[in-house]
């Protein structure tokens, strides 16, 4: 079998017409670390299957102690298993008794978060109904202040000169006077 160490320390004689020994010494490399990775896997697969062989040895040395000890603990199996459902159907009947409590409780408990939810939802409807109405209010008052507003511009006259002829009424010139004078168009 050839070995990586026997491709490093292979050499070749040179040719007139030969391969290029650039190319040559690295597919020689690639080669060696090939085979230097398979030595060590073989290596590593030796030794596992070593210690498989010696683990082996071992369990067949055990072997008549395993199966004394296995019919031992099917002996003891049996018994545990007998006393495992007598004590499993003592818990399963103690088991349905608390579920059919807590059953009955949660259906109780439902019934009371159902009927405080509905009166919840009932609450928060006619709190809904009011903000509606509340809404319903605003606009209807925003639109009344809109046309009275369109009313007051379509009176105002179109030019200057018109505007002249009319009788001028004193305009309010502080921001009180200003809000009082809005407040009783509002009103109006």
Do not use: C, W
């Not at 690295?26 to 062989?53: G, Y």
């Not at 939810?117 to 009344?144: G, H, P, T």
């Amino acid at each position: 079998m050839i070995t990586s160490k026997d491709v490093r320390n292979k050499r070749f004689e040179k040719a007139a017409f030969g391969y290029k020994q650039e190319e040559i010494d690295e597919f020689l490399s690639q080669l060696e670390a090939e085979l230097d990775e398979m030595e060590r896997e073989r290596a590593e697969a030796n030794s596992k299957i070593q210690v498989l062989a010696d683990k082996v040895r071992e369990y067949m040395r055990d072997e008549d102690a395993l199966k004394d000890a296995l019919l031992g603990a099917q002996k003891q199996g049996h018994q545990v298993l007998n006393d495992a459902n007598e004590k499993a159907e003592q818990i399963l009947a103690e088991a349905k008794e608390k579920a059919a409590a807590l059953e009955d409780e949660a259906v109780r408990q439902h019934a009371e978060a159902m009927e405080k939810n509905r009166a919840e939802i009932a609450k928060e409807k006619e709190a809904l109904i009011e903000a509606q109405q509340q809404v319903a209010d605003f606009k209807k008052s925003l639109f009344d202040m809109y046309k009275s507003h369109l009313e007051l511009i379509s009176s105002m006259p179109e030019t200057f000169d018109d505007a002249a002829e009319t009788e001028v009424e004193e305009e309010p010139q502080t921001a009180e006077e200003i809000a009082a004078a809005v407040a009783a168009e509002v009103e109006e």
